[in-house]
């Protein structure tokens, strides 16, 4: 096991239409408003822009991000990523039932050097950090759709 590199896989179940949901999860420069762990999002033209996350540690990740992959027939969205963490992340969003899962998928190496020089001791903090981003969102998006907040924007 390579102590900086990390897998993750997150699902949500979403109470709304699988064409709402893709939406929200396509304008990631909306992330700030709903999903609280992601403080910034700056688009630096079509297909690219910058991120910073923060989750309950009290470090910043600084990101430059790639759209790799939009293809809403099949429900995905994939970025690559550059900065304090180097990878890709995925969205993959299907039907299900009456409403919406949204599998979330990142594999990426950590760059930041303060965590790369704790990546043993601390990996179970970084982990739980990581968690607790991902439930931030989801309660974020959660109520985001419940809202109907998302219908005010335009769709994709």
């Known amino acids: 096991m390579r102590p900086n590199h990390y897998r993750f896989r997150s699902v949500w179940t979403l109470p709304a239409q699988r064409s709402r949901v893709y939406a929200v999860l396509s304008r990631a420069e909306d992330y700030p408003l709903w999903w609280p762990q992601v403080r910034a999002v700056a688009p630096a033209g079509e297909r690219s822009g910058t991120g910073r996350i923060r989750s309950v540690l009290p470090y910043y990740l600084d990101l430059t991000v790639r759209m790799t992959r939009r293809d809403p027939d099949a429900g995905v969205l994939e970025i690559s990523m550059a900065g304090d963490l180097e990878g890709w992340a995925r969205w993959t969003v299907r039907a299900y039932g009456g409403g919406t899962v949204a599998l979330f998928e990142q594999e990426v190496e950590v760059r930041k050097p303060l965590m790369r020089l704790l990546a043993v001791p601390a990996r ?18 959660r109520e985001l759709l419940r809202r109907g907040l998302d219908e005010e924007r335009e769709p994709l």
Request: aromatic residues 6%; proline residues 6%.
């Open 124 to 141: 179970p903090l970084f982990r739980a950090n990581h968690a607790l981003m991902m439930r931030g969102g989801r309660r974020g998006l």
